[in-house]
């Protein structure tokens, strides 16, 4: 299980980190606490590069459990500071969030591909930024995925134009849909999140929209989500029309 804290304020999003250690910890007396900084490399100081005790280190945490405790928490800082150290982390996603532990990680600002590429994963991800960055608030492109999932093609094509005007590029709003059609494909056949291999947030809501869809409209829609990402760059049509048309036809 993975919490993930980020932003440009990160006394506060190490603050909120803390305090849910805390929490966990009074939750979980027995639980060990493991706290790893690839920055600052304590006993791996002889290691030439930090990513391979890091790799060994979060392998071992992510798939194993103490003689005498149900779970390990991780704290881990800084994991996307060097470039082959975050490689290894994203790699190693997938594992920690099926993981028995508790991972928390803190990190400062994130870059919208890495940052998408965690929240499938994560069981909560909250950014904290500064007072002068909070009057612009971003436009969650997550919003999609449940208007797509409950079927309510009016307020996802609203939603649509606001990620168009937030910025949000064509590709970044196919593969957030494509992602949820793709969980809900996995969850109607799977019994538990770890028998579909995502997370159990997104297995919970991908099973609660199959009602809106048959399995029959699901495989035909992955078919068109795939033609439509490949016409596209063929330049056979518009990106942003295809979505929108795709959209208004659900």
Do not use: C
């Amino acid at each position: 299980m993975l919490y993930f804290f980020h932003g440009s304020d990160k006394d506060s999003a190490r603050e909120k980190a803390n305090a849910l250690i805390q929490s966990l910890q009074k939750k979980k007396p027995d639980a060990e606490l493991f706290r790893l900084d690839p920055s600052s490399r304590g006993e791996f100081a002889l290691e030439e590069d930090p990513s391979n005790w890091f790799d060994a280190k979060l392998t071992e945490l992510a798939g194993s459990q103490g003689l005498f405790n149900s779970s390990y928490i991780v704290y881990l800082t800084s994991v996307l500071e060097d470039k082959d150290v975050k490689e290894v982390f994203l790699h190693r996603l997938e594992k920690i969030g099926e993981s028995p532990n508790i991972f928390v990680v803190l990190e400062g600002e994130v870059d919208k591909k890495t940052l998408l590429t965690i929240t499938k994963t994560a069981e909560k991800v909250q950014l904290f930024e500064g007072k002068e960055e909070k009057k612009k608030p971003d436009f969650n492109i997550f919003s999609l995925t449940d208007a797509f999932g409950k079927r309510d093609k009016k307020n996802l094509w609203v939603l649509l134009q606001k990620a168009v005007a937030s910025g949000a590029v064509p590709e970044e709003i196919h593969g957030i849909l494509f992602w949820q059609l793709k969980s809900m494909l996995v969850a109607s056949t799977a019994k538990t999140a770890g028998e579909a291999g995502v997370a159990p947030f997104v297995f919970t809501k991908a099973k609660s929209f199959l009602k809106n869809y048959t399995e029959e409209e699901l495989k035909t829609l992955s078919g068109v989500f795939v033609r439509m990402y490949h016409d596209a760059h063929r330049g056979i049509h518009n990106f942003d029309i295809a979505l929108e048309r795709l959209i208004l036809t659900l």
